[in-house]
């Protein structure tokens, strides 16, 4: 007996989508599941400190979001073009998605920010993507710090006021095409807490890929193809999660990037060594943990593998009873909402 799509749907009123963020990360509410019990506790963020424990081990993605949408115009023409930038290939070439398509054809050449930077179509790609190799003068990501907009996530209309508040405050490593959202929460001074309280923090690198909002089209969920992640996990965090595991302490993963992290680079037995490699970990109902105990992580869309993902943890029903909660209390949902402890 399978999976279908729609027994991970929920009725969500699109008021409850949040547009803007809070302007203090940590005021965001947190509702604290016990995946047990199924009983429900409503907090606010920065009270995760009194469900954490000397020895635990938190789990962030550092990974840093590239200002990867850039508006630009085709040469010798007022003809607008807006380019996301997908991923990057060698000698400066990108796979992009453009709109609109049919005015990209090769050889088209785009201009961004008077002349800083120009592209070039040079191939088309599977599912309609473009190649584009880019010529600039100096350093790239510098570039695009200054023409790009971040790729917020298609349910968010408002303009962004700061960038910086689609970062989390630890990003590091430039790469990810959307943010890991349950990192948002965080401040320094809530970090700072939790490690002064002899909670070990361990640093991984997920890049998100925009494969993250592609919802699943199949009937059958195990028929969906999840896209591909690039992961990275060093000596020092392998170190600390491992720890963690031997003194029989919990591991709490701060999204489900941190998540898919963690169980993709874990042998059977649960252990993680300093790895990097490419994921399509797809984690539904039936899955057994090996890394993870417990789950920080915002509310996510229907029938996507997020929420797939939190139900094999929780339970679907339990899941769903969770987030319907979370709708009759309205709480802020998605990328810029409120978040979830589930434990």
């Not at 009725?11 to 965001?28: M, N, T």
């Not at 954490?52 to 508006?71: Q, S, W």
């Not at 489900?256 to 970990?281: N, P």
């Amino acid at each position: 007996m399978g999976m279908k799509r729609q027994d991970f749907y929920y009725e969500l009123p699109e008021e409850l989508i949040a547009q803007d963020p809070l302007v203090d990360r940590e005021s965001s509410r947190l509702l604290v599941l016990d995946r047990e019990s199924g009983v429900i506790s409503h907090r606010v963020f920065r009270e995760i400190t009194e469900y954490l424990k000397a020895g635990d081990c938190l789990v962030i993605n550092d990974t840093k979001v590239l200002p990867a949408r850039l508006i630009g115009s085709r040469e010798g023409t007022n003809g607008k073009i807006e380019i996301l930038l997908l991923k990057r290939k060698e000698n400066n070439i990108w796979e992009t998605l453009v709109k609109p398509g049919k005015k990209a054809r090769v050889g088209t050449k785009i201009v961004f920010g008077d002349g800083l930077l120009t592209g070039e179509v040079i191939d088309i790609v599977e599912e309609g993507n473009r190649l584009i190799q880019f010529t600039y003068e100096g350093i790239f990501e510098e570039i695009l710090d200054q023409l790009g907009q971040m790729p917020l996530p298609p349910y968010i209309t408002h303009q962004l006021e700061d960038q910086n508040r689609y970062q989390t405050v630890y990003a590091e490593h430039t790469g990810s095409a959307a943010a890991p959202t349950a990192g948002l929460h965080f401040t320094p001074e809530l970090l700072e807490k939790i490690e002064d309280m002899g909670v070990n923090i361990a640093k991984v690198t997920l890049h998100v890929g925009l494969g993250t909002f592609r919802p699943v089209k199949v009937e059958e969920i195990t028929d969906h193809h999840m896209h591909s992640e690039f992961y990275q996990i060093d000596e020092e965090a392998a170190a600390k999660i491992n720890r963690a595991k031997e003194c029989g302490k919990r591991v709490i993963c701060v999204g489900t990037t941190s998540c898919r992290t963690v169980e993709s680079a874990a042998d059977e037995s649960g252990k993680l060594r300093a790895c990097s490699g490419w994921t399509e970990i797809f984690i539904y109902p039936g899955y057994r943990f090996k890394v993870l105990d417990c789950l920080i992580t915002n509310f996510h869309l229907p029938e996507s593998t997020l929420i797939m993902l939190v139900s094999a943890l929780a339970g679907r029903e339990t899941v769903l009873a969770a987030y319907e909660e979370a709708v009759r209390e309205k709480y802020r949902f998605f990328s810029f909402g409120d978040a979830m402890l589930v434990m």
